[in-house]
């Protein structure tokens, strides 16, 4: 009978115990949940303004970035400065997408899953890849029109045809 009364006051203790517990726990996993979405949010934020899909964001973010990344190019050599900005530009709209992406999987997932970095930032780099071919073709067919960039009467050819 003592051991009966015993285990029934040790379940009792144990059960408070985990009942503190449980408030505690859930509280952390509501922190832990809504940094990962405030985190998620703004990767999301700022890919947008980054990718391609916002329409203002080349004279504030991707140019100036591209420029910067020629002119490091151009110390090596002058004639990479217009190259590598070109370069620098398809990368930064290929950053934007991806952290879209990323953001993306963190704001509207709740359970978490097993990460493959590498499976997911191919997926991205495909797509991106894949978004700029489409938009180099969409122009080459005159589907999409340029603005005249170039006001003399040489311009660049892009598919070297």
């Known amino acids: 009978m ?35 979405k405030l985190r998620g949010g703004l990767l999301l934020v700022i890919g947008y303004l980054l990718s391609p899909l916002c329409w203002w964001n080349d004279l504030f973010f991707n140019l100036p970035i591209a420029y910067g990344f020629g002119y490091l190019c151009s110390l090596l050599s002058p004639d990479l400065l217009f190259p590598c900005s070109i370069v620098g530009y398809w990368l930064s709209n290929i950053a934007g997408i991806l952290l879209m992406q990323l953001g993306s999987v963190e704001v509207f997932t709740d359970k978490p899953k097993e990460k493959n970095l590498k499976k997911e930032l191919l997926t991205g780099f495909i797509s991106s890849t894949a978004f700029t071919l489409v938009i180099v073709a969409l122009i080459h067919f005159n589907i999409l029109d340029t603005p005249d960039l170039f006001s003399t009467q040489q311009s660049i050819d892009l598919l070297g045809s």
Do not use: T
Request: net charge positive; charged share 40%; glycine share 6%.
């Open 2 to 36: 003592k051991n009966a009364k015993k285990v029934s006051e040790e379940s009792q203790i144990s059960a408070q115990s985990a009942s503190e517990k449980l408030p505690e726990a859930k509280r952390d996993g509501l922190k832990k949940g809504w940094l990962k």
